[in-house]
């Protein structure tokens, strides 16, 4: 079973910035390969969308209302991604999810295709 660890969420004035990461594990013995990952968001009474993509072919992919103010990027090495927010507002208040697209298997097994999800983190832009 692979787990999606999130961190880096917080309270925030507007115009600060926060880094949110989500870092991929799963047991000894089970590779991973992530195909795609990304960062989603839900503020109160509202449906959860997309922030940002790295698809698999590494085509990256932002909402309107965050372009020019977040980078996503990812670190292969460590299976871990990134979210680097800039100049917050407060409509950017929300909880923040991470996502990924996974190919998982053992040792002489055939490889299975997932989507994970992170337990979400709290950002909240506000004076």
């Known amino acids: 079973q692979v787990q999606l660890v999130e961190s880096g969420g917080g309270l925030v004035q507007p115009g600060g910035s926060l880094r949110l990461s989500c870092a991929a594990s799963?047991?000894?013995?089970?590779?991973?390969?992530?195909?795609?990952v990304g960062w989603y968001r839900q503020a109160p009474g509202k449906e959860r969308g997309l922030v940002a993509e790295?698809?698999?072919?590494?085509?990256?992919n932002y909402a309107d209302s965050v372009k020019g103010r977040f980078t996503i990027s990812r670190d292969n090495t460590k299976n871990t991604w990134y979210l680097q927010m800039n100049r917050l507002k407060p409509e950017d208040t929300a909880v923040y999810y991470c996502?990924?697209?996974?190919?998982?298997?053992?040792?002489?097994?055939?490889?299975?295709?997932?989507?994970?999800w992170g337990r979400g983190t709290q950002v909240t832009v506000s004076a």
């Open positions: 996502h990924a697209d996974i190919n998982s298997w053992d040792v002489y097994d055939t490889p299975v295709a997932a989507k994970y």
């Open positions: 790295i698809t698999i072919d590494g085509t990256i």
């Open positions: 799963a047991a000894s013995g089970t590779r991973l390969r992530i195909n795609a």
